[in-house]
Nanobody
Framework: VQLQASGGGLVQAGGSLRLSCAAS????????MGWFRQAPGKEREFVVV????????TYADSVKDRFTISRDNVKNTVYLQMNSLKPEDTAVYYC????????????????WGQGTLVTVSS
C-alpha cells in the first residue's frame, strides 16, 4: 500500500493542524493505521493508532486529550486532528499501515508514508 501524508506546516503554540494520509494500492480497511513522529535528534516515537474498523484507538500519553485520529474507509484516508499544539510536538509526522490489530511499535508496520513536517513555535 502506498501512503501519502499531508497537512503539516508552521503553527503557533496552542494552535491546531489536521494531518491527512491518503492510501492507495491495497484494501485500506485491511490495515490498522498509525501515526509516528520524529523530532530532530530523537528517535521515531509512536503517537496513535486506529483499528481497521475505526472503532478502537490507542494514544501515546503525550498526546492524549489533544490529538484525535479518525479514518474514512471509503476515501481511504486517515486523519490526525492536533489541537493545543506545543513546541515539543515539533517533528516530522509519518503515517503507517500494519496488519496487526493495534500496533504501537514501528517494526510492526510494513508500509510508511514519506512524512510531513509540523513546526510549533512558542
Amino acid at each position: 500500500v502506498q501512503l501519502q501524508a499531508s497537512g503539516g506546516g508552521l503553527v503557533q503554540a496552542g494552535g491546531s493542524l489536521r494531518l491527512s494520509c491518503a492510501a492507495s494500492g491495497r484494501t485500506f480497511s485491511n490495515y490498522a493505521m498509525g501515526w509516528f513522529r520524529q523530532a530532530p535528534g530523537k528517535e521515531r516515537e509512536f503517537v496513535v493508532v486506529i483499528s481497521r474498523s475505526g472503532r478502537s484507538t490507542t494514544y501515546a500519553d503525550s498526546v492524549k486529550d489533544r490529538f484525535t485520529i479518525s479514518r474514512d474507509n471509503v476515501k481511504n484516508t486517515v486523519y490526525l486532528q492536533m489541537n493545543s499544539l506545543k513546541p515539543e510536538d515539533t517533528a516530522v509526522y509519518y503515517c503507517a499501515a500494519a496488519s496487526d490489530l493495534l500496533p504501537t511499535k514501528s517494526y510492526q508496520y510494513a508500509y510508511w508514508g514519506q512524512g510531513t513536517l509540523v513546526t510549533v513555535s512558542s
